[in-house]
C-alpha cells in the first residue's frame, strides 16, 4: 500500500518520520527585496588622471570635495564615485547615492576592495552588495530582528538528530555535562525478588526515587554477584543471615567508588539507597563508574563548526528559511555538516552537529568530537582498531610502547586509516611487529589538533597533580576529568583500562605505570605552548597524571 503523507487518509493514527515530514516554505520576501534593490551606476571621470591608483577605474575623480562630489552623482540612485580626500591626501572615499542621500565610505584595498569585513574582487561587486544590503536593512530591519523567531531548523532532513526517538539526558546552557549515556530499552530489568526484610525496605526507598535513579540502582544489582546484594556490611546479616566477610568488602568497596564518584553515599543505613536524582544528572559518568553501560550508546552534542561562506546563486538559511541576501559572504556554513545558515542565526542553531563523512578527509589530526560523531562510535576507530590488535598478540612484548617501530611502516598504517577508515588492515600478517601498531597509536593521539586532555585543562590537571594529599589529589583529578569534553572523557578512560591491563603483564613487557606515564604524559596532554621552560617542568607531573589514571582507573572512570 502506498504511504500517504495525510494520517487521517491512509487510516492509520501513527506516521512515520517520514510522512510527519513536511517540506519547509522558503520566504521569499527578502529575496524579492535584493531583486528590487538600486543597481549601481557609476560616474566616470571624463579625463585622464595621473594620480589615479592602478587598482582604480574610471570612477576615480582625484581630489575633490564632498560638495562637488555630490553635484557629479545627480541624485540618482546608486550612482557612485571615488574621490581622495582633501584633509588626509592618500585616503579614498566612496561616495554613494542611496535613500535621496549621499553616503561616505572610508574605501580601502590590500589586493581586494573593502570598506568592512567583507572583501571584493572589483568596486562595482562592492557599490552591488553594499546598495543590497541597505536597501533591505532599511526597508526590513524590523523583519529581520525577528525571523529567527519561528525557525523551521527541527523540520530539516538534515536535523535528523532532532527528530531520533533516542532519549539524552540535556542539562541546561549552564552546565554542559561531559557524556551523555542513553539507556537502550533492554536496560529495563524486572526488579529481583528478595527477602521479606529486604523488600519491604527497598520498595520504600525505591518510591521516593526517580524512575531512572531505580532502574541505575537495578543495573547496579544486577551487575553484582549474588552475595553483594545481601546489604550494606552490618555485623548482622540481612534477615538474620550472616553476611559473609567478602561481601562486606564489596560492600564498602562501592560506597567509596561511589561516594568518590557522586559525592553521594549509598547504604548509610541497613536497607536504604540514599539517591538523589539531581547529583546522577550532574554525573554523567555514573554508568562508566558502575561498570554497567560502559559500552552503550552515547549521544554526544557536537558544536558546528561555522565558517563565513559565499554562495553562488540564491540560496536560503536552513534554520529560519530566509533568504541569504547579497552577493559574497551571505552567511555561513558548518565545514563539518554543510548545514547553511545566516550569522545571526547560527547562534541559535543546537549543538548537534553530525559530520558527513565526505567531508572528513582524513582520520589523523581530525578533531576527536568530530570524528566520533561522523562514525557514529563512542570513541576513534584507530583506538578501538589498535587496542584490540595489541591486546590479541601484543601484551607481552617487551617495551610495548616504549620501543619504537619502523617510521615508515607506522606511516604506512596512518594512511591506510585515512584512505580505509574501520576498513585498515592492521593485521599480523600485514604489520608483524607490534610495536608498528603501538606507535601508529601514539602517532594518532599526538596528531590530534586538540590533545585528549584539551588545552584548556592543561593547567587544571597540573594543579590536581600538585595536590599534596592523596585522597585530595585524586579527587582533584576526578573533577578535572569530569570537565572534559565527551569524546576525550572516552577515549581516555577506554586507554587507562588498556594501559591498566598492559600493566598486568609487566613480568613480560616490563612496562609498569610509571613508564607509561613517562610515555603518554606529553602525548596526551601539552600545553598549546610547548617551546616555553614552564612546559619542561611540567613534564614530571604528566607523567604523574597518566600514572594516577592507570593506577586508580577503576576508582577515576
Not at 588545552?455 to 569530569?482: C, G, M, W
Amino acid at each position: 500500500m502506498a504511504a500517504s503523507s495525510n494520517s487521517s487518509l491512509s487510516g492509520s493514527s501513527l506516521s512515520s518520520d517520514q510522512e510527519d515530514f513536511q517540506p519547509p516554505i522558503w520566504k521569499s520576501y527578502l529575496y524579492q527585496l535584493q531583486q528590487e534593490a538600486p543597481r549601481p551606476k557609476r560616474i566616470t571621470c571624463a579625463q585622464e588622471l595621473e594620480s589615479r591608483p592602478r587598482h582604480y577605474g574610471r570612477e576615480f575623480h582625484g581630489m575633490i570635495s564632498r560638495e562637488c562630489a555630490d553635484q557629479l552623482l545627480g541624485g540618482a540612485e546608486g550612482a557612485y564615485l571615488i574621490r581622495e580626500s582633501k584633509r588626509q591626501p592618500g585616503s579614498y572615499t566612496l561616495a554613494l547615492r542611496f535613500g535621496n542621500q549621499t553616503l561616505n565610505y572610508r574605501l580601502f584595498y590590500d589586493g581586494k576592495h573593502f570598506v568592512g569585513e567583507k572583501r571584493f574582487e572589483s568596486v562595482h561587486d562592492l557599490v552591488t552588495d553594499g546598495l543590497i544590503t541597505l536597501h533591505i536593512e532599511s526597508n526590513a530591519a524590523a523583519y529581520i530582528a525577528r525571523m529567527t523567531t519561528n525557525p523551521i531548523y527541527q523540520h530539516l532532513a538534515c536535523s535528523a538528530l532532532l527528530r531520533s526517538h533516542r532519549t539524552t539526558h540535556r542539562l541546561g546552557p549552564a552546565h554542559t555535562p561531559p557524556k551523555r549515556v542513553t539507556f537502550q530499552q533492554e536496560d529495563k530489568v524486572r526488579p529481583q525478588a528478595r527477602t521479606s526484610s529486604s523488600s519491604s525496605s527497598s520498595s520504600s526507598s525505591s518510591s521516593s526515587c526517580s524512575s531512572s535513579c531505580s532502574q541505575l540502582m537495578e543495573c547496579v544489582r544486577r551487575c553484582e554477584p549474588a552475595e553483594e546484594r545481601m546489604g550494606p556490611a552490618t555485623g548482622a546479616g540481612v534477615g538474620g543471615l550472616a553476611v559473609p566477610p567478602r561481601a562486606k568488602r564489596c560492600w564498602r568497596r562501592r560506597q567509596e567508588l561511589l561516594t568518590l564518584a557522586l559525592g553521594v553515599r549509598v547504604g548509610s543505613s541497613q536497607g536504604s539507597l540514599l539517591w538523589k536524582p539531581l547529583k546522577l544528572l550532574a554525573c554523567p559518568q555514573v554508568a562508566c563508574v558502575l561498570k554497567d553501560g560502559a559500552d552503550k550508546h552515547c549521544s554526544y552534542d557536537k558544536v558546528h563548526n561555522f565558517k563565513v561562506h559565499t554562495f553562488r546563486g540564491p540560496h536560503w538559511c536552513e534554520y529560519c528559511a530566509n533568504f541569504m541576501w547579497g552577493l559574497i559572504a551571505q552567511g555561513v556554513r558548518c565545514s563539518d555538516c554543510g548545514l547553511n545558515v545566516h550569522k545571526q542565526c547560527s547562534k541559535l542553531v543546537p549543538s548537534d552537529c553530525q559530520p558527513d563523512l565526505r567531508r572528513i578527509k582524513k582520520v589523523f589530526s581530525c578533531d576527536l568530537t568530530t570524528l566520533v560523531k561522523a562514525h557514529n562510535t563512542p570513541r576513534p576507530m584507530v583506538l578501538d582498531m589498535c587496542i584490540r590488535e595489541i591486546e590479541h598478540r601484543g601484551l607481552t612484548s617487551e617495551g610495548l610502547y616504549r620501543v619504537s617501530g619502523f617510521t615508515d611502516h607506522i606511516e604506512d598504517v596512518k594512511l591506510a586509516f585515512d584512505r580505509d577508515g574501520d576498513r585498515a588492515d592492521i593485521s599480523d600478517s600485514s604489520y608483524a611487529d607490534i610495536n608498528i601498531i603501538a606507535g601508529a597509536l601514539k602517532l594518532y593521539l599526538r596528531a590530534l589538533p586538540i590533545p585528549v586532555i584539551t588545552y584548556d585543562l592543561y593547567n587544571t590537571f597540573i594543579q590536581a597533580a600538585k595536590v599534596p594529599d592523596p585522597e585530595a589529589r585524586l579527587e582533584a583529578i576526578h573533577e578535572s576529568l569530569l570537565q572534559l569534553p565527551p569524546a576525550h572523557y572516552e577515549t581516555l578512560r577506554y586507554l587507562m583500562m588498556h594501559l591498566k591491563r598492559v600493566t598486568m603483564h609487566e613480568k613480560d613487557n616490563f612496562m609498569n605505570a610509571e613508564n607509561l606515564g613517562i610515555v603518554f604524559g606529553p602525548t596526551l596532554m601539552h600545553p598549546p605552548d610547548q617551546n616555553t621552560l614552564a612546559s619542561l617542568n611540567d613534564m614530571r607531573y604528566q607523567k604523574v597524571i597518566i600514572q594516577l589514571l592507570i593506577e586508580q582507573e577503576d576508582v577515576l572512570f
